[in-house]
């Protein structure tokens, strides 16, 4: 089945304790891209890739880390959460060849830092 | 930078109503638009998109939306609303230069 998948699906955590919430599509899709889902804002981009090895910012990256090195891998890395991150976190991935196709979705991070 | 605007944060309908959500685009340029929906617990499914062929674009269960340039909308539409499609619905926009941008959501509530 052609999914994008998520873990962990639910974390708590505290300020400051560094960590990782992972993303894996078996599409063989080039672009990824991470969001954050807060209520009357809507999704906003964090980090996206073209492709291996290619990442930029998004609207909102300020606090993550991403990396792509397997094209199906994109973690997402929160150094040093805060509680400002606490929010529901998106990945998603298409094919690169046009910006005209839809994304597809992972199931979502809820993410509480305390 | 392209943006959307969804009127209206939640909308409330009868069984078997008309649903309308309503989403207004801003864009320099051709602009490639999405209807997503997302269940409680789920993440985004797409709903429909327009890619500039046909302005008014069918999507999966019963869901349309016009495409109307004058007006820079791209207003989703169901003839009757089923108990299921209670949801989130996310309006996007797109452009050539790989941006998507995404409303800020309309809870829809079907009341029995």
């Known amino acids: 089945e052609a999914q994008v998948t998520q873990n962990p699906r639910y974390l708590i955590t505290v300020t400051g304790k560094k960590l990782t919430v992972t993303c894996s599509q078996n599409m063989n899709h080039e672009y990824m891209s991470w969001y954050r889902q807060d209520p009357g804002l809507g999704l906003r981009q964090i980090y996206y890739s073209m492709n291996v090895e290619v990442t930029d910012k998004g609207d909102v990256p300020e606090g993550y880390k991403v990396s792509r090195k397997e094209k199906r891998n994109f973690p997402l890395i929160l150094e040093s959460p805060s509680p400002n991150q606490t929010s529901l976190y998106f990945c998603?991935?298409?094919?690169?060849?046009?910006?005209?196709?839809?994304?597809?979705f992972g199931p979502g991070t809820r993410l509480t830092v305390l | 930078a392209q943006s959307v605007t969804q009127l209206g944060s939640h909308v409330s309908v009868s069984e078997g109503a008309l649903v309308l959500l309503r989403c207004n685009y801003s864009?320099?340029?051709?602009?490639?638009l999405f209807w997503y929906v997302q269940y409680p617990n789920q993440g985004l499914q797409l709903l429909l998109k327009y890619t500039s062929a046909a302005t008014l674009v069918k999507g999966i269960n019963g869901f349309e939306a016009e495409f109307k340039k004058s007006e820079t909308s791209f207003h989703l539409t169901k003839p009757s609303a089923h108990m299921s499609d209670a949801a989130e619905y996310f309006c996007?926009?797109?452009?050539?230069?790989?941006?998507?941008?995404f409303g800020a959501g309309t809870r829809l509530t079907v009341k029995p």
């Open positions: 996007a926009v797109s452009d050539y230069n790989n941006d998507m941008r």
């Open positions: 864009s320099s340029v051709p602009p490639y």
């Open positions: 998603a991935s298409r094919v690169a060849d046009g910006s005209y196709n839809e994304q597809f």
